[in-house]
Every structure is written in structure tokens, then in C-alpha cells.
């Protein structure tokens, strides 16, 4: 088997790191980090994470509200 030279395949962890090119990774991290934010009453803490999961997390955490009765 020969070694050629070029650009080196990314690994499964860097894949990973990608949640653009896993969607499922995407949903899971924005559940996982909205769901925190609602629980710590810390709605500014997705804006740490990158825009497709922020963006994502906003949403759970916007649907976990908890809506007010009069």
C-alpha cells in the first residue's frame, strides 16, 4: 500500500467537531446547550458556542419557555 502525498483526511473527532456536516450533531448540541441555558436561567450562554449551534440552542430554549398565566 503506498502513501501519497497530499492533503491528510480528516479524522472522525475533527469530523465531528463539524456539526454543519452532521445534522444530528447540530440538533443534539442545540438541545443539549438550550436546554442549560433555560435551566440556568443563562440565555446568553449559547453565544459562546459557534452560530449553527447557538442559533439552535436559542430556539430549544425559546420553546422550553415557560409561558406566564394571569
Do not use: Y
Not at 454543519?20 to 453565544?47: I, K, N, V, W, Y
Request: aromatic residues 4%; proline residues 13%; contains cysteine.
Amino acid at each position: 500500500m503506498a502513501l501519497t502525498a497530499g492533503t491528510p483526511r480528516p479524522t472522525q473527532a475533527e469530523q465531528a467537531q463539524r456539526p454543519e456536516d452532521a445534522p444530528q450533531a447540530l440538533f443534539t448540541a442545540g438541545c443539549l446547550h438550550g436546554l442549560r441555558a433555560r435551566l440556568c436561567d443563562d440565555l446568553s450562554s449559547p453565544d459562546r458556542f459557534p452560530p449553527e449551534p447557538a442559533a439552535m440552542a436559542r430556539k430549544v430554549a425559546d420553546a422550553l419557555k415557560v409561558p406566564e398565566w394571569d
